[in-house]
């Protein structure tokens, strides 16, 4: 049989051949005197032709012929679409009738009946806030996206009611059984539809039944824009294109699941970092008797990373007290750690009642040991209500801002050392003034540090909203936060340490008394001690035995330091609403230390009778050389 003659009558053959034609018109002509090309292969050509050189078929195998390219050709949108996991809508006219939808958006949703407005056969768009979308879609004909909508889990098909039947026309029950809720992005894109050819109007072809799985059978159309044409006959114009919404919408649930457990994970992760972070704080300040403090610790944006600001508040004794705030370099757990670690060495170094500079000399050689790579800033001060002073020494923080009682700011401008951890420097103390009606601040960099201001243009504002703040000092520490603009978005941690030394008046000035006596002479100087003692212990109404307590307290003080110290000599009482603290100093740097003496021993018993009697005692070194040897009495409940 001679296939060449019905080659042509095959299915696609023609367009086939057409290809060969044109492959065979592009090669390129036969060289002058050269002879013929040999036409394409499969292609016909008449007898009468030239015939190839003899020897040719063997000198030339035969190759064989290039495999078919597939083509999309006989493909319809029906085909494509309906095999697409993501859901597919195309609705077209301005009430978004329905032209198509796909099979996985009638698994979903349900079967849906074409030319039927959106608002009433497309319920599920309009919960999910996409009629109003697609009107602008259509109007501006830009798409538009709507990220991760949730869609609700399927209600349970009621008795005797199958998914996708008419008795539910508009249910969202799945015929897959989905019981969990699932998100969806939706992307609706302007596409035009092109209007049916044209002709006597007919009616939209008929929509077969939906299988018993709910799922939508293929229209007889091959491409989905033929589907709106069967739905858009009969329009006035015929060759007007009808325009219309593509809806696609993909699955992100597994995303929005991942980043849901990922966003718990982060939270719990920083609930614990911050709770950390607040147990290595302290949990309750400590209230001098001379100031009034509060503090404050916001940790800074919301993910894990809290950072290492510290504050804490330490009775030194003696009146006095000391002031600290840091802020350890980094973020994360590790910062939060260190932080404790520091804070711990402070409370333990300032028991020593040190100078500020020598703490943060032993702070720098801890923190290079802790971390070499780990540096912190830190300020340590100490009040005393003696001197009216605040005596302080910096590594590498920013400066104590002190307001005096006019309202004037001040900025503690002394030397500061580098921060601590470097190592190599000789840190020093410095002073400013803190009397009766001053307040005083101290605060980490997180409070007045943006990303794009210079620093201290940060503490200039401070200063500024400082020398109007009013109130206690908690109040000050909120108005300060609030003033400055501090939120729970902020991306730093803050800490803010404010502190007050109230001028007394009145009824409250009676409860802080100072009285003291210049040791002057020999061994005749401690009678003149305990009369001076008992006057003014009687003077300030206290009872009996706590008179007679402070008065063998200040006899047995005086007569340790008379017997080992040097002049110049003093002895000084004062009162609190809270204590009795009685304190001498000498010219001697040699600091007494309690130790059992032996009963044929007829010294060493002073500094145990005096810690035996007393609430607590300690000594120190006082700045311009010599010591300061202290005691104290709890007052008694109830008295004045």
């Not at 909508?149 to 349970?156: D, G, S, W, Y």
């Not at 972070?277 to 993910?303: I, M, W």
């Not at 840091?326 to 711990?344: K, N, S």
């Not at 005086?558 to 110290?565: D, E, R, T, Y």
């Amino acid at each position: 049989m001679n296939f060449t003659r019905w080659s042509a009558r095959l299915p696609r053959t023609q367009r086939r051949t057409a290809a060969r034609s044109d492959r065979a018109a592009r090669r390129p002509q036969p060289a002058a005197g050269g002879g013929s090309v040999p036409a394409a292969r499969g292609e016909h050509t008449d007898s009468s032709a030239g015939e190839p050189p003899p020897g040719a078929a063997d000198a030339a195998p035969d190759i064989p012929p290039p495999a078919a390219v597939p083509t999309l050709d006989g493909l319809s949108v029906h085909d494509v679409l309906g095999q697409v996991p993501a859901l597919v809508a195309v609705v077209y006219g301005p009430e978004h009738r329905i032209a198509y939808v796909n099979e996985a958006y009638a698994d979903l949703f349900g079967h849906r009946t074409r030319g039927v407005p959106a608002g009433q056969a497309l319920p599920e768009l309009r919960e999910l806030g996409l009629l109003p979308l697609m009107d602008q879609v259509l109007r501006s004909g830009t798409p538009r996206t709507v990220k991760a909508r949730r869609v609700p889990a399927a209600p349970e098909p009621g008795p005797g009611s199958a998914p996708g039947t008419d008795a539910e026309p508009e249910a969202a029950v799945t015929a897959t059984g989905r019981s969990r809720h699932g998100y969806y992005t939706f992307t609706c894109s302007p596409i035009e539809m092109a209007a049916p050819a044209p002709g006597p109007a007919r009616a939209p072809d008929p929509v077969p039944a939906p299988a018993h799985d709910g799922a939508v059978p293929d229209a007889p159309a091959p491409v989905a824009v033929a589907v709106a044409q069967t739905t858009v006959t009969g329009a006035e114009d015929a060759a007007e294109p009808v325009r219309g919404v593509l809806v696609f919408g993909a699955d992100v649930t597994d995303q929005v699941e991942s980043a849901e457990r990922l966003r718990a994970s982060e939270r719990l992760q920083r609930e614990a970092a911050v709770t950390l972070q607040r147990s290595l704080l302290p949990q309750e300040l400590e209230q001098p008797d001379d100031l009034r403090v509060a503090a404050t610790y916001q940790p800074g944006g919301k993910d894990a990373a809290v950072g290492g600001d510290w504050y804490d508040v330490i009775t030194l004794g003696g009146g006095r007290t000391a002031l600290v705030i840091g802020d350890v370099m980094g973020r994360g757990v590790r910062a939060a750690a260190v932080m404790g670690q520091l804070r711990t060495a402070v409370r333990a170094y300032a028991r020593l009642d040190l100078p500020p500079h020598e703490v943060l000399q032993l702070l720098d050689g801890l923190a290079a040991e802790i971390d070499a790579n780990q540096i912190a800033t830190c300020v340590y001060a100490v009040h005393d209500p003696n001197e009216s002073r605040l005596v302080y020494a910096s590594a590498g923080h920013l400066p104590i801002l002190v307001r005096d009682p006019d309202g004037t700011v001040r900025r503690a401008a002394e030397p500061t050392g580098p921060p601590l951890g470097t190592g190599g420097w000789l840190h020093t103390s410095g002073s400013v003034p803190l009397g009766p009606g001053a307040s005083a601040v101290l605060y980490t960099d997180g409070l007045v540090e943006r990303r794009d201001k210079d620093i201290y243009d940060g503490v200039a504002a401070l200063e500024r909203v400082f020398a109007g703040a009013t109130g206690t000092p908690q109040v000050m520490c909120d108005r300060l936060i609030r003033a400055l603009g501090i939120t729970a978005a902020h991306d730093d941690d803050v800490a803010v340490l404010v502190l007050q030394h109230p001028a007394r008046t009145g009824h409250d000035a009676e409860l802080f008394h100072n009285a003291a006596l210049e040791l002057l002479g020999g061994v005749e100087a401690a009678p003149r001690a305990r009369a001076f003692a008992s006057g003014v212990l009687a003077s300030w109404r206290f009872p009996m035995e706590l008179r007679d307590l402070g008065v063998l307290a200040a006899s047995e003080l005086v007569a340790n330091s008379l017997q080992h110290g040097t002049p110049p000599m003093r002895l000084r009482l004062r009162r609190t609403d809270r204590r009795l603290i009685i304190e001498v100093t000498d010219g001697d740097d040699h600091l007494p230390r309690r130790r059992r003496a032996e009963p044929v021993d007829e010294a060493g018993r002073g500094i145990s009778i005096v810690a035996t009697i007393a609430s607590s005692w300690g000594s120190r070194r006082t700045p311009g050389g010599g010591k300061a040897v202290w005691c104290e009495f709890a007052l008694p409940a109830g008295d004045p």
